[in-house]
């Protein structure tokens, strides 16, 4: 258990709102990033965070914003959702040691209508 | 820019056989490492090995191991007597950028046959 959690787990949401989804880790870990999964493209990176207020982009960050006030907690907002954002959102820790891993959340499927 | 490539999109395997996932990276870096992550149908995303490129024996974790060929810039992960509960999507990652982000492949969907 790598002490993840996410919230909400499934969203449902109409084109044009904001969205926000909120990733809490409990060990408090510099670094946390946001992933999305879609059919054929593994994941890919949307933002990702190496410390309080530090935040970088990722190779899908437009439409994207991210904030981190706190070590524990990584939020991600859709600014205005669009039906192209409908997908599985994963966050992520990294975890110091032999090879850094990752370690994920369970994820938070979210449908844009 | 570091590439990953899984070329496998579904494998479908006798159950209790071994099975071999290919792996294939294009970097310039001289120092590096792969990851192996599993995503069961429930959708969790699961650690499995991780090797770096100057690990001198192929690491193993329980019936998992990564077959790391440098020359061949390939890592594939193999699954000795595989099981049904094996059946699940099977991502290889490389970490960029000094292992600050990881780029991951687009997966292959490996199916246990009974």
């Known amino acids: 258990d790598a002490g993840i959690t996410q919230s909400p787990r499934h969203k449902v949401t109409e084109t044009g709102t904001p969205v926000t989804l909120r990733c809490h880790q409990t060990?408090?870990?510099?670094?946390m990033y946001w992933y999305r999964q879609d059919p054929g493209h593994g994941l890919r990176l949307i933002h990702y965070?190496?410390?309080?207020?530090?935040?970088d982009k990722g190779e899908v960050s437009d439409g994207y914003s991210v904030s981190r006030s706190k070590t524990e907690d990584f939020l991600l907002t859709l600014e205005s959702a669009t039906s192209s954002q409908t997908s599985v959102y994963f966050c992520?820790?990294?975890?110091?040691?032999?090879?850094?891993?990752?370690?994920f959340g369970p994820g938070t499927r979210l449908l844009v209508l | 820019a570091q590439k990953i490539t899984q070329t496998q999109p579904g494998m479908f395997v006798q159950e209790k056989e071994a099975v071999t996932l290919d792996c294939t990276y294009d970097t310039s870096d001289p120092s590096y490492g792969l990851f192996w992550y599993k995503q069961p149908s429930s959708g969790e995303m699961i650690f499995l090995i991780y090797?770096?490129?100057?690990?001198?024996q192929n690491a193993t974790e329980g019936r998992y191991s990564l077959n790391f060929q440098k020359a061949r810039k390939s890592a594939n992960l193999v699954i000795s007597a595989s099981q049904l509960g094996d059946s699940a999507m099977y991502f290889c990652a490389f970490p960029v950028f000094g292992n600050e982000k990881l780029t991951f492949g687009t997966g292959t969907r490996l199916t246990i046959i009974p």
């Open positions: 090797q770096g490129s100057y690990d001198q």
């Open positions: 965070s190496y410390g309080v207020k530090d935040t």
């Open positions: 992520a820790i990294k975890k110091p040691g032999g090879g850094e891993t990752q370690y």
């Open positions: 060990e408090n870990h510099r670094y």
